[in-house]
């Protein structure tokens, strides 16, 4: 007898189901929170990704996209930016009737430092890592004077 794949993977193989756990990993929830999600344990997510294809590629596209997104606000961090701000107002003339008032200005949001340093040390680790590993070869020799006046 053929072995019957069972009904919870169909289900979640449907497409509206696969755009579902998209959607969670674009939200950043783990492998583990997207199982709780479907009502299943984080290893039989697991075995569905390396099985089927179609989940793989939606809990990696949705990660992917969220990735990217995170990625870009922290670039937009490191090297400041600057906002249009809008502001409404609405005041009574002296007729009484209500006048709205926009007002836009452009605000600078300056550079962080913690997010440079961050993004340095994550896309240039040999020039920016906080660890340096000295490689140090060759003897040193010691000495110890007075060697022959020492008791047990």
Not at 67 to 87: C, F, H, I, Q, S
């Amino acid at each position: 007898m053929p072995k019957r794949t069972p009904p919870k993977i169909q289900e979640w193989r449907k497409p509206e189901n696969l755009e579902r756990m998209r959607g969670w990993a674009m939200d950043g929830l783990t492998y583990a929170e997207i199982a709780a999600h479907i009502g299943v344990s984080g290893g039989t997510l697991s075995g569905w990704v390396s099985k089927y294809p179609e989940i793989a590629e939606a809990t990696a596209t949705g990660k992917d996209v969220t990735d990217r997104r995170v990625e870009g606000a922290l670039l937009k961090r490191a090297l400041g930016y600057t906002v249009e701000e809008t502001k409404t107002t609405v005041a009574v003339d002296k007729a009484g009737d209500k006048v709205q008032t926009v007002q836009k200005t452009n605000r600078h949001i300056p550079a962080d430092p913690t997010a440079m340093i961050f993004w340095l040390k994550c896309r240039k680790p040999a020039e920016w890592r906080d660890k340096i590993n000295l490689d140090i070869h060759g003897a040193i020799p010691v000495v110890i004077s007075g060697a022959d006046t020492l008791e047990d």
